[in-house]
């Protein structure tokens, strides 16, 4: 379903990716780890279509889609939860999910999605009417995933979603992901919280200074101690990870 070859991002004369190359598959919820700096918000950015490719493809359903303009990422059906949110402060939480349902397509669906999001976040349910700034920083982040849902996306983008969240409330936005991802949606995770990506992940990229050193499932990455070690971290507990 996606297709990133080769790719390479510079912000000005300075690189930030090299020769970056992942697959994902229609349906699968795909993780990129990595440490502060290491480019994964560069990456998930450049894939939607917010920074510009130096070099490389990204190829979308079979179309290459690299020198889109940004507007038309999203008309081809890819959202993103920024990194930060993002939300519109002083606009109502109801206000701020229509705006993720603006393209005639997701217009026609509004009431379906917007129905569909309260259920997997009903603590939105009485917050509809309340400006965006008051809520917490977790209600924040449930407002902008369901913005993107909104747009009845093929692909979600999730930058960072766990940053500056309680643990508790981690657990309760991560299981919304695993219900999100067996409802067929494809997903990709950039995360730091190597833990919790390792749990909710089918397949997972360690990206490190701008490249992907290593690559797999959970379990075989886990399973390489070097690995485990230097990117991973040596004593990977899942105390703050969702249950299976």
Excluded at 72 to 98: D, H, K, Q, W, Y
Excluded at 215 to 221: I, Q, W
Aim: proline share 6%; hydrophobic share 45%; with cysteine.
């Amino acid at each position: 379903m996606l297709r990133v070859a080769d790719l390479e991002v510079a912000y000005g004369a300075a690189p930030a990716l090299w020769g970056v190359s992942i697959q994902m598959h229609r349906g699968e919820l795909l993780s990129v780890v990595g440490p502060n700096s290491a480019g994964k918000s560069t990456l998930i950015n450049t894939i939607a279509g917010l920074l510009r490719a130096r070099a490389g493809t990204i190829e979308f359903d079979g179309r290459d889609i690299t020198r889109l303009p940004p507007h038309r990422f999203c008309a081809e059906g890819i959202a993103i939860v920024p990194e930060g949110r993002r939300l519109f402060a002083t606009m109502s939480v109801l206000e701020n999910l229509e705006l993720g349902s603006l393209l005639p397509g997701a217009r026609a669906q509004r009431s379906s999605s917007l129905e569909h999001a309260l259920a997997l976040f009903p603590a939105l349910k009485a917050k509809l009417k309340t400006q965006a700034a008051s809520l917490s920083g977790g209600q924040q982040q449930m407002v902008a995933v369901a913005r993107a849902l909104m747009s009845r996306p093929q692909l979600l983008l999730l930058d960072e979603p766990s940053l500056g969240l309680s643990p508790l409330v981690v657990q309760d936005l991560f299981a919304a992901f695993r219900r999100i991802s067996a409802e067929g949606m494809t997903m990709l995770l950039v995360e730091q919280n190597v833990a919790i990506a390792m749990q909710i992940a089918q397949r997972v990229y360690v990206l490190e200074e701008g490249r992907i050193v290593a690559e797999g499932t959970p379990e075989a990455l886990m399973a390489r101690p070097e690995i485990r070690r230097a990117y991973l971290g040596s004593d990977l507990n899942a105390d703050n990870a969702p249950p299976p």
